[in-house]
C-alpha cells in the first residue's frame, strides 16, 4: 500500500503541474488588460495634460510591475527568428499584439521597432502642444486615430488610418506625422519574410510570469481580484468557510440518511417499503432546489405564513465575538438550518440508489449465500459480510465531494444570502474577474486530485479482495 501510494503521489506531481499550466494559459488568453480593469484612467486638460498623462503612465507601468506582466510569460518560448525576446516589456497588450503581427508580416524587427518608435513621439508631442480651441474637433479626432493605429494589425488598415490621421492633422504635428508615413512606408521595403521560416528559443529562467504564478499559489497567494483590489486568498478564505461548513454537513447528512435508506430498499426489494422509500426520495429529487429554496423563504421565513427561521444571511445583526461560543454557534445553526436541508434532499435519491443497486448485486454473490447457509442471523449477513463490500460505488463519488465542499450553489447561495463560493465565483464572472475564476477551478482541481487518492485507499479497506501490492 505505502509503495502504490508513493507511486500516486508522484503522479500527482506531472498532473499538477499540467493543471497549473492550463489554468495559467487560461487566464493569460483572457481577453482584455488587467492593468486597465485595475486603473481608471483620467485624462487631463489644459497646461497640465502632459503632466497627468506622465503620471497616468507611470501608474499603469506601477501596476504593470506590482502584477508581474512586465516579466516573460513562461521559462522559454519558440518564436520566429524576427520576434525579438524583448517584445513582452510593451506595455499595453493591444499594441503588443499588434507589433507581434506586423513582426510576423513584414519579418523584421528594426523595421517594426522603428514604427513603434515614432508612434510614441507623435504621441508624446500631441500632449506637449498647448490646447488651441481653434482645431477643437479635429484635436479630438486625431487623438482617437492614433490610438487606433498604435493597435492596428493589418498594413492595409495602417494606410487608411494614415490617411485619416492626415486629415484630421493639426499644423504643429506636421513634421511628426512625415516621420510616422516614412516609417510605416519603410515597413514593406525593409521586409525579411525569410526570418518568420526560422524557429528560435529564447530562454528566460525563473523569471517569468508562470513562476511567479506558481510559487504564490504554494504560498497561497492567488494574486489581486480585479474586482474590489483585494487579495484572492483573504476573499476567498471567507467565502469557502461558509461553503464549507454547509455542504459539508449536508453531504454528511445526505450519506447517514441515504445509506440506511439503500440498504432498506435492497433488503426489502419489490416489497411496500421499497416503493415508499423510492416514491418519496424520487419526489423530492424531481422538486428544484431553487423553487424549494424559494417557497421555504415563503412558507417558514415570515410574512404571512410561519416564522420559524431567518429569511437569509448567516448571522444575526447583533451577533458579536464577545458571544459565547455557544450562543454563536447556536445563532449559526439558526441561519443555516434550512439552507442546509435544501442542499441535502436532493442528493438522496441518487446515493439511496447507488446503494441501493451494490448491495442487491452483493447479495447475489456467493459468499453471501454460504454466510446464510452457516445460519447466520440476517442482520450479519447483511451489515458485517454484504454492506462493506456494496461501499465502491458510494466511495467512488468521494472524488467529486472534495471540490463539491468549496464549490457553492449559485442560485442557493443568493436565495439564502449566504457569501459564499458561488456567489462570490457567480460575482467573479460576470465582473470578468478571471484571477478570482481561475484560483476557483485550480482548487477545485487539486482537490479532486486529493479525493481521488482517498478514495483509493478506501476501496484497500472497505473490500479486502483489493490489494495495491499485488501484481
Not at 511567479?212 to 497567494?221: H, I, S, Y
Not at 449536508?250 to 419489490?270: D, E, K
Not at 471540490?403 to 449559485?410: L, T
Not at 463560493?421 to 476557483?440: E, H, L, N, Q, T
Amino acid at each position: 500500500m505505502g509503495a502504490y501510494l508513493l507511486r500516486r503521489v508522484l503522479f500527482f506531481i506531472p498532473t499538477l503541474f499540467v493543471i497549473t499550466l492550463l489554468s495559467f494559459l487560461i487566464s493569460q488568453s483572457a481577453p482584455g488588460d488587467p492593468v486597465e480593469q485595475m486603473l481608471t484612467a483620467k485624462a487631463g486638460s489644459g497646461g497640465e495634460q502632459l503632466a497627468e498623462r506622465q503620471a497616468t503612465q507611470q501608474a499603469y507601468l506601477d501596476k504593470r510591475r506590482e502584477l508581474g506582466l512586465d516579466l516573460p510569460l513562461f521559462y522559454f518560448a519558440i518564436a520566429p527568428l524576427a520576434e525579438p525576446d524583448t517584445l513582452y516589456r510593451i506595455p499595453q497588450v493591444k499594441t503588443q499584439e499588434a507589433l507581434r503581427r506586423l513582426v510576423y508580416e513584414f519579418g523584421n524587427w528594426r523595421s517594426v521597432q522603428r514604427y513603434y518608435q515614432v508612434l510614441q513621439r507623435v504621441d508624446s508631442a500631441f500632449f506637449s502642444i498647448s490646447s488651441d480651441t481653434s482645431w477643437g474637433e479635429r484635436r479630438t479626432d486625431f487623438r482617437a486615430i492614433l490610438i487606433l493605429l498604435s493597435q492596428e494589425k493589418e498594413y492595409g488598415e495602417i494606410l487608411y488610418k494614415l490617411h485619416q490621421l492626415q486629415n484630421k492633422l493639426i499644423p504643429p504635428l506636421y513634421p511628426f506625422y512625415q516621420e510616422l508615413l516614412a516609417a510605416v512606408e519603410a515597413l514593406p521595403k525593409e521586409a525579411q519574410p525569410w526570418k518568420v521560416y526560422i524557429p528560435v528559443v529564447h530562454w528566460y529562467g525563473i523569471h517569468n510570469q508562470y513562476h511567479r504564478w506558481l510559487t504564490g499559489l504554494f504560498r497561497g497567494d492567488f494574486g489581486i481580484s480585479y474586482q474590489d483590489k483585494r487579495p484572492i486568498s483573504q476573499k476567498l478564505g471567507e467565502a469557502i468557510r461558509w461553503s464549507l461548513v454547509i455542504n459539508f454537513i449536508s453531504i454528511l447528512l445526505a450519506y447517514f440518511i441515504a445509506i440506511p435508506l439503500g440498504v432498506t430498499s435492497a433488503v426489502h426489494r419489490g416489497a411496500l417499503r421499497d416503493r415508499a422509500v423510492s416514491f418519496t426520495l424520487f419526489m423530492l429529487y424531481s422538486l428544484p432546489s431553487f423553487w424549494v429554496g424559494t417557497m421555504a423563504i415563503v412558507f417558514l421565513c415570515g410574512g404571512d405564513y410561519l416564522s420559524l427561521f431567518p429569511p437569509g444571511g448567516v448571522q444575526s445583526t447583533e451577533h458579536s465575538g464577545e458571544w459565547s461560543l455557544i450562543a454563536r454557534l447556536g445563532d449559526w445553526a439558526y441561519h443555516l438550518v434550512l439552507p442546509v436541508i435544501v442542499y441535502t434532499y436532493g442528493s438522496l435519491a441518487f446515493l439511496s440508489r447507488q446503494m441501493r443497486t451494490a448491495l442487491l448485486e452483493t447479495l447475489q454473490q456467493d459468499y453471501i449465500r454460504t454466510a446464510r447457509a452457516k445460519g447466520l442471523p440476517e442482520a450479519v449477513v447483511i451489515w458485517k459480510h454484504a454492506f462493506r463490500n456494496s461501499l465502491i460505488p458510494i466511495i467512488t463519488l468521494l472524488a467529486s465531494v472534495f471540490p463539491a465542499m468549496i464549490s457553492g450553489s449559485v442560485i442557493l447561495e443568493t436565495i439564502f444570502s449566504i457569501p459564499g463560493m458561488g456567489f462570490v465565483s457567480y460575482g467573479a464572472m460576470v465582473a470578468r474577474d478571471y484571477p478570482v475564476i481561475i484560483a476557483v477551478f485550480t482548487i477545485g482541481a487539486i482537490l479532486t486530485l486529493i479525493g481521488i487518492l482517498i478514495a483509493d485507499i478506501l476501496y484497500a479497506v472497505v473490500d479486502p479482495r483489493i490489494s495495491y501490492t499485488k501484481r
